[in-house]
């Protein structure tokens, strides 16, 4: 058994003589990661530059994860942050009655899922090659604070256009961490009386950086700009 669905290997391969461990493709993401990706094994990915600034920051892998960067073991020994006193984590968006969920370490072993927010803590700045997004997964979000990406944001893409695109029910407050200051900055919907439009700061909306995104209800996060 190789992980991966035989009638998707017929499919993409035409035999099922692979075993997962290969890259058809040769763009640094095996085969069977680009299953568990729901990306195309035969075709390369296009790839752009992840900043990771010294200190704390939030990013998301806006496409499939090569196996250098698959975990949090790998991608810190890749970063040579290991022993460094560096870190790398998530929060519970599923913790109960947490209006301010806090962040946890990432198990080591733990895999990155392209589209989440995680937050990192490093000594010092890094610029990593990263697979673009071929397409975009859904992403629902649970009631209260979630950290997403956004894969494929259009070049003019701002808070406001994003926050107007989902209802305020869904999306309360999107806001993004600034490294230089240590603070967020946020758009949110203001009630004026006749109604509710975004306000705050309309910051743009780039692939590989990890917002903060507020909801209410939950329900899936929208997207646009995505392929």
């Known amino acids: 058994c190789d992980g991966m669905d035989d009638a998707w290997e017929r499919t993409r391969f035409g035999t099922l003589s692979r075993d997962g461990s290969g890259d058809f493709d040769r763009d640094g993401i095996s085969d069977l990661d680009e299953y568990r990706n729901g990306s195309d094994p035969t075709e390369p990915d296009a790839s752009l530059?992840?900043?990771?600034?010294?200190?704390?920051?939030?990013?998301?892998?806006?496409?499939?994860?090569?196996?250098?960067?698959?975990?949090?073991?790998?991608?810190?020994?890749?970063?040579?942050?290991?022993?460094?006193?560096?870190?790398?984590?998530?929060?519970?968006?599923?913790?109960?009655?947490?209006?301010s969920?806090?962040?946890s370490a990432m198990p080591r072993t733990s895999r990155w899922n392209p589209g989440i927010g995680y937050i990192a803590r490093l000594s010092s700045a890094h610029d990593i090659a990263v697979s673009a997004a071929n397409g975009c997964a859904a992403a629902p979000l649970e009631p209260g604070i979630n950290l997403r990406g956004h894969p494929a944001p259009t070049v003019?893409?701002?808070?406001?256009?994003?926050?107007?695109?989902?209802?305020?029910?869904?999306?309360?407050?999107?806001?993004?961490?600034?490294?230089?200051?240590?603070?967020?900055?946020?758009?949110?919907?203001?009630?004026?009386?006749s109604g509710s439009a975004p306000a705050g700061t309309d910051f743009p909306v780039e692939s590989g950086r990890g917002y903060r995104i507020d909801s209410v209800s939950g329900d899936d996060l929208q997207l646009p700009g995505c392929p």
């Open 101 to 103: 969920p806090a962040p």
């Open 156 to 193: 003019d893409l701002g808070c406001f256009a994003w926050l107007e695109t989902n209802a305020p029910e869904t999306v309360s407050a999107i806001g993004r961490f600034d490294p230089r200051t240590g603070r967020f900055e946020y758009c949110g919907w203001l009630d004026s009386g």
């Open 49 to 99: 530059t992840l900043h990771l600034p010294a200190g704390l920051s939030f990013f998301a892998f806006p496409g499939p994860v090569a196996d250098a960067h698959a975990t949090c073991q790998t991608l810190l020994t890749t970063l040579g942050e290991i022993g460094a006193g560096s870190n790398l984590m998530r929060i519970n968006e599923q913790q109960p009655s947490a209006s």
